[in-house]
């Protein structure tokens, strides 16, 4: 980077002040910093597409590591099961029929589930989970009351 300190921008300064004039130079010194502005955001901006370049790089090298880990878990998963398949139908000897048939010719034999049914609750009850008892014994209301109501219950009896 260029070394600018205080001595040399006194010396550029008086040479403007010269060269331009006083009447012209805040005028200047205005349009100087403006293109100054936009060349450092300029800069910013190529640093961070630098900057989001390398790191998307870095997740394309991540991504195909992690994709080949995956197919190699993939593979060895498919290799052992098919091992496992051989030698379970050494072991059960069987002729060659899969475990899905055999199940299809046991269920054909099996009676059938029952369907569910649904256990028509009334849906305009309101069951809560906590039980009368508990919420007697700890003075929980359960009935609530209008308005009127609340009026008509509390109000003082006259003496007649």
Known sequence: MIDIGI???????????????PEKLPRVARTVGTLLGKAQRYVADVKAEVN???????LRKMKDTV????????????????EFENQWSSATGTD???AASSFESAS???PAAPSYKHPGKNWRIKRGATPQWYKARAGVRTKALSG??????????KFH
Not at 7 to 21: D, F, P, R, T, Y
Not at 67 to 82: F, G, K, L
Not at 148 to 157: G, L, M, S, T
């Open 96 to 98: 060659g029929t899969t």
């Open 148 to 157: 009127a109501a609340r009026v008509a219950r509390y109000r003082p009896q």
């Open 52 to 58: 989001r370049s390398m790191e998307l790089d870095e």
């Open 67 to 82: 994709e080949t880990a995956a197919r190699d878990v993939q593979q060895s998963i498919h290799a052992t099961a098919s």
């Open 7 to 21: 001595s040399k921008m006194a010396l550029i300064g008086a040479v403007a002040l010269i060269v331009i004039g």
């Open 108 to 110: 054909a034999v099996a």
